[in-house]
């Protein structure tokens, strides 16, 4: 996996704040050791106990995303 942008930051700020589409994931720690996960188009929101999980749910969601609107 690569962990290079692409875009400039502001272009990519500027696609994640538009909305509907799933452009940026996080994965935030919380106070009681769990993780925090979200997606920008706001329709995904889950937790996960390891950021390792939670970076795997976010992978998850956007495949799930991207085959549903491939089809």
């Given at each position: 996996m690569s962990d290079i942008l692409h875009d400039s930051p502001?272009?990519?700020?500027?696609?994640?704040a538009s909305g509907g589409r799933c452009d940026a994931?996080?994965?935030?720690?919380l106070g009681d050791g769990s993780y925090a996960c979200g997606?920008?188009?706001q329709n995904w929101y889950a937790s996960a106990s390891s950021?390792?999980?939670g970076l795997e749910l976010a992978?998850?969601?956007?495949r799930q995303t991207s085959r549903q609107k491939s089809s």
């Open positions: 502001r272009e990519f700020l500027s696609d994640a994931q996080s994965v935030v720690p997606c920008c188009c950021i390792e999980d992978r998850e969601h956007v």
